[in-house]
């Protein structure tokens, strides 16, 4: 079975709903080596650090 409105919904109430669909910008912190911003939680694509440990080798 599968769902089936019994009443049209009017553009405002389907705006209403759609209005939480945002974009937000990624958060960004500042490289603990380096300095640059990068993401939270990820190897820095600059310097290749995490957690103040060499993890990935970074070709300049």
Known sequence: MSIC???KSS???RDQ???NWKMTA???VKCS?????MQPHMACKKCG???KKSV???ED
Request: proline share 9%.
């Open 33 to 37: 080596h380096c300095g640059a911003l």
């Open 26 to 28: 990624p958060t960004l």
């Open 56 to 58: 990935v080798k970074v």
């Open 11 to 13: 553009k405002g109430h």
């Open 5 to 7: 409105p019994k009443n």
């Open 49 to 51: 650090y995490y957690n």
């Open 17 to 19: 709903r759609r209005a």
